[in-house]
């Protein structure tokens, strides 16, 4: 069946630094992915919807210019959060329109 | 807005108990509703999907019904074992390139 493979699965960075986190489709090519993030104990909140070519919607109260998303193919979409601090420390998801899952990203920020 | 929970929140059996979740939406108009499984720190595992003509599905020892027009579903989980300690997640979905809804979830521990 379809994979999603997501990138890196954990990573743990300095405050002000930036990480960018990628999602491939294989054997599928993925029109919108979906970006989620779980902070410890809550569920998955939906962040923002990328789809090829165009740019990205975010969902109210995400900044636009702090988690930036760029889908620029069908079978890549990467999400990039830029001058990360402590409170950005949580779990990143992506999924694509066929609904399968990336593993997910563990992000700690220290 | 599709509001999504799921109760309880928390939920600890005996092993061998048979156990019922639920999961309630506000609106109706659903395309599909999946059961997952996650593990601490881990991403998400689908369990069952159940698409909005459907009234149920079953895996294993696992079975999930959807009403849809009440807005409810259930997964039942039978003869309960440690390993199906987990947070399990009710997500649903709407028609076209619409976003999953996910509950909170709930968390369940299985005492051996």
């Known amino acids: 069946g379809a994979v999603v493979s997501q990138h890196p699965s954990w990573v743990i960075c300095k405050s002000g630094t930036s990480v960018k986190i990628e999602c491939r489709s294989l054997?599928?090519?993925?029109?919108?992915m979906f970006w989620y993030r779980q902070f410890p104990k809550q569920s998955l909140m939906l962040m923002a919807t990328s789809n090829e070519g165009s740019k990205a919607t975010y969902e109210q109260g995400v900044e636009k210019d702090k988690f930036l998303i760029n889908h620029a193919s069908l079978t890549l979409s990467t999400l990039t959060v830029t001058s990360a601090h402590p409170e950005d420390s949580s779990f990143y998801i992506c999924?694509?329109?066929?609904?399968?899952f990336g593993s997910g990203t563990r992000l700690t920020v220290v | 807005k599709q509001e999504v929970t799921q109760i309880p929140a928390a939920l600890s059996v005996p092993e061998g108990e048979n156990l019922v979740l639920n999961c309630s939406f506000t609106d109706s108009a659903i395309y599909n509703l999946q059961w997952f499984r996650q593990d601490p720190g881990k991403g998400l595992t689908s369990l069952l999907l159940?698409?909005?003509?459907?009234r149920e599905q079953t895996s294993g020892r696992l079975n999930a019904s959807l009403d849809k027009s009440s807005g409810r579903s259930t997964l039942y989980i039978a003869a309960s074992q440690p390993g199906d300690s987990a947070t399990y997640l009710c997500?649903?979905?709407?028609?076209?390139?619409?976003?999953?809804?996910f509950g909170k979830g709930t968390r369940l521990s299985v005492i051996a």
């Open positions: 054997d599928f090519q993925a029109t919108t």
């Open positions: 159940i698409q909005s003509s459907q």
């Open positions: 997500a649903v979905g709407g028609s076209g390139n619409t976003p999953l809804v």
């Open positions: 999924v694509n329109d066929g609904y399968t």
